[in-house]
T-cell receptor
Framework: DAGVIQSPRHEVTEMGQEVTLRCKPI?????LFWYRQTMMRGLELLIY????????DSGMPEDRFSAKMPNASFSTLKIQPSEPRDSAVYFC???????????????FGEGSRLTVL | GEDVEQSLFLSVREGDSSVINCTYT??????LYWYKQEPGAGLQLLTY?????DMKQDQRLTVLLNKKDKHLSLRIADTQTGDSAIYFC???????????FGKGTTLSVSS
């Protein structure tokens, strides 16, 4: 398997524009996570899905953020409208099951670096 | 809520040992993890320890767990320049539903 695939790798946009980040998890993984990484706040969990269903979105910063998982092989994270403080690296990760040793680890994509001017 | 704390930077010379420390809050965490992030890449699992263990060794890596103090450490023996990266400590949240990461420790190895 190619691993978790994210696109775009880099996005530069202007304040107020809509941003859509995409993720393809590893085939067969039941869990998908969206994290945001900044220098100030580190790695924050935004939302996660189990079998395509959003389970916990308490980390989504505000209503401008939304995430969907229409099928087992695709998820999107949308920011509308975007603001400069949304600038960060957004990671998608998937796992076979939660916790544990073998199989419970998270596999991360390479991230989408977002810059909002 | 859960919280994971790490020092932000560590600088060592090639060949020395590196020790990265972490404190966590949730005493019920069954597993604790160390992830590594190289520049421009996502995080990769480095090693993990089950909570009923005090120590785990894996080649150059030694993980020590002090459950009483909720303290986890990662020791890298014979540190190489290729070990330069950000190292994240992580615990499973109380609900057992997600990993909570520390802010990461940037390890800089000079030759």
């Amino acid at each position: 398997d190619a691993g978790v695939i994210q696109s775009p790798r880099h996005e530069v946009t202007e304040m107020g524009q809509e941003v859509t980040l995409r993720c393809k998890p590893i085939s067969g993984h039941d869990y998908l996570f969206w994290y945001r990484q900044t220098m100030m706040r580190g790695l924050e969990l935004l939302i996660y899905f189990n079998n395509n269903v959003p389970i916990d979105d308490s980390g989504m910063p505000e209503d401008r953020f939304s995430a969907k998982m229409p099928n087992a092989s695709f998820s999107t994270l949308k920011i509308q409208p975007s603001e400069p403080r949304d600038s960060a690296v957004y990671f998608c990760a998937s796992s076979l099951f939660l916790g544990g040793g073998n199989g419970g680890e998270l596999f991360f994509g390479e991230g989408s670096r977002l810059t909002v001017l | 809520g859960e919280d994971v704390e790490q020092s932000l930077f560590l600088s060592v010379r090639e060949g020395d040992s590196s020790v990265i420390n972490c404190t966590y809050t949730d005493s019920s965490s069954t597993y604790l993890y160390w992830y590594k992030q190289e520049p421009g890449a996502g995080l990769q699992l480095l090693t993990y320890i089950f909570s009923n263990m005090d120590m785990k060794q894996d080649q150059r890596l030694t993980v020590l767990l002090n459950k009483k103090d909720k303290h986890l450490s990662l020791r890298i023996a014979d540190t190489q320049t290729g070990d330069s990266a950000i190292y994240f400590c992580a615990e499973i949240n109380q609900a057992g539903t997600a990993l909570i990461f520390g802010k990461g420790t940037t390890l800089s190895v000079s030759s």
